[in-house]
């Protein structure tokens, strides 16, 4: 397979039993239209790596339970190309599987090429454009319509705060669970989740937190969730369904202060890890 290894490592690069969490980095940045920089996202994620412990809320991540399958090479000035670059290598890694991004476009592949029963969206956007911008057709911004377009899954959001009314509207009649920023709870995550059918493919987009956690994104907004707010979204969804694939997208460490949204995201990687390594 077409993957291309850094010197540092998530975990480690031996990935001969099946069993473990694979994680895969997929820097895509083709559609960007604020900040630059979500290529650059997995080798820092790497470098930040070993100076952070493991512990998560349900205990130390076990080293030996993922492995880090290197970046899958794609096609630079080319977002068709990329996107095919990544189907023709995603679909044939055997779950469970967590994809560290680059940008949220790369969903687009990640979902089509594993076709999950409910996708459940945590994110400031709703990525449901039609073009963004204007003749764009899969952008980070309409992704997930154009998923919708070609595959035909109940679809969750949480954490919203950032639409144009044409995209809500869309929500509506596609009938989407939309649990918007004001509203989160632990009564109201665990209500969302629970309308989830499996298997479920859980994407996570860290500019749903707010910017004091999470500086180092492409596109902020203000407001947002708290980091514990999203853990327990985290917890909730991989614990509570049956999800078998998972990414995390649109960290930029060109924009980060003091790498505080790089250690967040890799307390993110290991929760995700944490509950989808114990099946």
Request: aromatic fraction near 8%.
């Amino acid at each position: 397979m077409p993957f291309i290894k850094s010197v540092q490592a998530f975990f480690s690069y031996e990935c001969g039993d099946e069993t473990k969490v694979k994680i895969v980095g997929i820097p895509l940045e083709e559609t960007v239209t604020f900040r630059r920089g979500t290529s650059q996202a997995p080798r820092r994620l790497r470098e930040l790596f070993g100076y952070v412990e493991y512990t998560t809320v349900a205990g130390n991540v076990d080293l030996s339970m993922a492995c880090d399958m290197g970046d899958i090479e794609l096609s630079p000035g080319d977002v068709y190309g990329s996107v095919k670059a990544v189907m023709d290598t995603y679909s044939r890694i055997r779950p469970p599987v967590i994809a560290v991004g680059g940008e949220h476009t790369l969903t687009y592949a990640t979902v089509l090429s594993t076709r999950p029963k409910t996708y459940m969206h945590i994110d400031a956007h709703m990525d449901l454009r039609d073009e963004y911008p204007p003749g764009a057709l899969l952008t980070h911004a309409t992704f997930l319509r154009r998923v919708l377009e070609r595959h035909d899954m109940y679809v969750i959001m949480m954490g919203i705060r950032a639409y144009d009314d044409e995209e809500e509207r869309y929500a509506k009649e596609k009938d989407m669970y939309v649990l918007k920023w004001k509203d989160v709870s632990p009564h109201s995550i665990i209500d969302a989740v629970s309308t989830a059918s499996k298997p479920t493919y859980l994407s996570i987009d860290v500019d749903v937190l707010r910017p004091s956690e999470a500086p180092g994104v492409g596109n902020p907004e203000w407001g947002g969730i708290t980091y514990d707010d999203l853990i327990n979204m985290v917890m909730t969804a991989t614990l509570g369904t049956d999800v078998k694939h998972a990414d995390i997208v649109e960290y930029t460490p060109l924009h980060d202060v003091g790498d505080i949204t790089g250690i967040n995201v890799l307390g993110i990687l290991m929760h995700l890890v944490r509950a989808m390594g114990h099946r």
